[in-house]
């Protein structure tokens, strides 16, 4: 007899756990994939956290058991291509700033994923604004302040969040290094400070692929895996000298490098182009002093005019809520210049490829993840509301308004 109880009640939780499993149709009148040209009047149904089918509702129906949720524009989850959210708070307060330690200027062996904390305010802050991603970790503000990391908004722990542990490590060049240590002290110091440290990693690298590797060395495994490709370096340099900087050092050392920040980019468009290196550029809105104080908004229509790629990124500020919302900045942006699907494209396909994480998340098709943002209007009016945001199939933020 108890056995039959027993058996009813596990037979009974696997229904409940089938009736559960989120089955979800999003009908827009305008969907952008990222896949080729948005569908007017279309349809996506999501099963078991993926994407399933899309396309236009004359070829897809919608089964009466799905749970039916319409906008006017859907686009896929936004990927901020580079924050801090998670390992600085939303709070000026000593306790929740762990995105740059200022004990030692070259720390690349500090790990994101050893910070991040995945119920922070913040986080919770930008997945209402749509950021279903986020490329995050140590910021700007040291010669090399540590690694960054991928990871969902939407989930409690970093072990349910994460997508990638470790993504790039995060180096600064120019002045703002000065403000949080005495030395290096000038921009020719700090460059032959990382130069040196990544002569001796190559040599470390050299011998932990021999027969007789020396004692682990974290700070030089971590630049060892920027030199084996395993790794790529993200520098941020605003100012045209530091840019010209970046660009002899990934040549001299042969490493992947991401161009952040960038506020005198349009100055280096042919430099820049021709060494093959894409951008997290800067926030449009960005406050314009020290290293941006010549900062455009009308840098990320020239970055696309050219045929560079390049990505949205909040980046870190110093005041609360100390990040900003890469929607707007990529809606001042298509207001100084930039065409919107290009706008689209680089807070949503464009930072998944530069990350590579395009075969997650990104765009709209089928098999993918299943990150979607439901707007009430043009998402770059300043009047849209998102009123539902959708994650691994999951409704995680639903308003009437914003």
Request: proline residues 4%; negative net charge.
């Given at each position: ?20 499993r989120a ?14 040209e ?5 349809v ?32 896929p ?7 801090v ?18 004990s ?8 994101a ?21 986020v490329?995050?970790?140590?910021g700007p ?15 409690q722990?970093v ?9 790039t490590?995060?180096?600064?060049l ?11 002290g ?8 990382l130069?040196?440290t ?5 040599e470390?690298?050299e011998?932990?692929?021999s ?42 050392f ?23 290196v ?8 960005v ?8 900062a ?10 050219a ?15 100390k990040t ?22 680089a807070?949503?396909i ?26 009430d209007g043009?998402?770059?009016?300043y ?16 308003n009437?308004?914003?």
């Amino acid at each position: 007899m108890i056995k039959r109880i027993f058996l009813s009640i596990v037979i009974l939780l696997s229904f409940t756990s089938t009736l559960l499993r989120a089955q979800i149709a999003v009908r827009g009148e305008t969907i952008h994939t990222m896949n080729g040209e948005p569908i007017q009047n279309g349809v996506i149904l999501v099963s078991d956290e993926k994407i399933e089918a899309v396309g236009s509702a004359d070829e897809i129906q919608i089964p009466n058991n799905y749970d039916v949720h319409e906008a006017s524009v859907v686009t896929p989850g936004l990927i901020d291509a580079h924050t801090v959210v998670g390992l600085a708070g939303i709070y000026n307060l000593d306790s929740d700033q762990d995105q740059l330690d200022d004990s030692d200027p070259i720390q690349p062996q500090l790990r994101a994923i050893d910070a991040y904390n995945a119920r922070e305010e913040l986080v919770k802050f930008v997945l209402d604004k749509g950021v279903t991603t986020v490329h995050t970790g140590h910021g700007p503000g040291a010669i090399a302040s540590g690694q960054t990391m991928i990871a969902k908004t939407p989930y409690q722990t970093v072990e349910e969040a994460v997508i990638d542990s470790a993504t790039t490590v995060a180096f600064t060049l120019g002045s703002m290094v000065d403000r949080y240590f005495d030395s290096p002290g000038t921009r020719a110091k700090g460059v032959a400070m990382l130069r040196q440290t990544f002569i001796k990693a190559r040599e470390y690298a050299e011998k932990r692929n021999s027969d007789d590797p020396p004692s682990k060395d974290l700070k030089m495994e971590a630049l060892a895996d920027i030199l084996d490709g395993k790794l790529t370096a993200m520098i941020t340099a605003h100012q045209s000298q530091d840019i010209m900087t970046a660009l002899r050092l990934k040549e001299e050392f042969g490493f992947e490098m991401i161009l952040d920040g960038a506020a005198e980019a349009y100055l280096l468009i042919d430099e820049i182009r021709d060494a093959g290196v894409p951008v997290f550029i800067h926030p449009t809105m960005v406050r314009t002093s020290g290293d941006t104080k010549n900062a455009s908004f009308t840098t990320a229509a020239k970055l696309a005019e050219a045929g560079i790629p390049f990505a949205f990124q909040s980046g870190f500020e110093s005041y609360v809520p100390k990040t900003r919302i890469i929607l707007y900045e990529a809606a001042i942006a298509v207001a100084n210049g930039l065409p919107r699907e290009a706008a689209l494209r680089a807070m949503t396909i464009q930072p998944a490829q530069l990350l590579n994480i395009e075969k997650r998340v990104g765009s709209i098709a089928v098999g993918k993840d299943a990150d979607i943002v439901l707007f009430d209007g043009d998402p770059f009016e300043y009047t849209t509301h998102i009123s539902t945001v959708i994650v691994d199939g999951k409704v995680v933020n639903e308003n009437d308004s914003d």
